[in-house]
């Protein structure tokens, strides 16, 4: 068996696991702890793992099965790719960057990251600004954090992260079946939950 160890995020202690599909070739999930943080990991036969659209899937899907237990209440996500060699070593970065970790937790605790976009057709000629401006404050109503727009398309109208209250996920997605039915003209995309990469940010700079 391997000990590398190939991570999806950080919780608070906890002990767990779940067979679940994992990066690599392993069937199981499961917490290595330190202190009063616990990284989520699974084996795997490198620590640099080759990046494939199925492997960035796999990453995502385990985040969201962890985040749906009801045992954990908030989960920092690493940035896909992250192996380490052993426990110690994976150790010493949970050590190295505890505060980090722990302030990243506390900031997140009970909130969920949620996606939407607009989408236009190639031709529509549209109030977007008033949209826009309109649907923002709609949604930023019912989230405790929100991203800038990411508008890398011309089709375009709004694209945004949110951070939203666990229990208040249900009332966010009403007011977004509420605009679907009112922008009828726009495509509107609705993801999520994922874990809150676009509220976090913690540089780890393991010595793998």
Same mark, same amino acid.
């Given at each position: ?8 995020? %950080? ?20 917490? %290595?702890?330190?202190?009063? *943080?616990?990284?989520?990991?699974? &084996? ?11 492997? @960035?899937?796999? =990453? ?6 962890? #985040? ?10 690493? +940035?896909?790719?992250?192996?380490? !060699?052993? /426990?110690?070593?994976? !150790? @010493?970065? #949970? ?9 990243? *937790? /506390?900031?997140?605790?009970? =909130? ?13 000629? *549209?109030?977007? &600004? ?28 709004? /694209? ?25 003209? #726009?495509?509107? +995309? ?12 913690? =540089? %780890?700079?393991? +010595?793998?």
């Amino acid at each position: 068996m391997s000990s590398n160890r190939y991570v999806y995020g %950080v919780v608070e202690k906890n002990d767990f696991e779940f067979d679940t599909e994992t990066v690599g070739d392993a069937d199981r999930v499961y917490t %290595v702890t330190y202190r009063s *943080l616990s990284a989520v990991v699974s &084996d795997i036969d490198t620590t640099d793992p080759e990046r494939t659209d199925e492997d @960035s899937k796999t =990453h995502d899907e385990v985040l969201r099965d962890v #985040l749906e237990r009801d045992d954990v209440d908030a989960v920092v996500p690493m +940035q896909f790719g992250m192996a380490f !060699k052993d /426990n110690r070593s994976l !150790k @010493s970065v #949970l050590r190295g960057a505890r505060r980090a970790f722990r302030k990243a *937790l /506390n900031e997140v605790d009970g =909130h969920v990251e949620l996606g939407v976009k607009l989408v236009a057709g190639e031709d529509d000629e *549209l109030p977007r &600004d008033e949209i826009r401006e309109d649907v923002g404050e709609r949604l930023a109503a019912v989230a405790e954090s929100e991203t800038e727009d990411d508008l890398f398309s011309d089709r375009l109208v709004l /694209n945004r992260s949110y951070l939203v209250a666990t229990e208040d996920r249900e009332t966010f997605a009403a007011e977004v079946g509420e605009i679907r039915d009112e922008y009828g003209e #726009l495509t509107v +995309q609705f993801t999520g939950p994922w874990a809150p990469y676009n509220f976090v940010d913690i =540089h %780890v700079g393991a +010595q793998r």
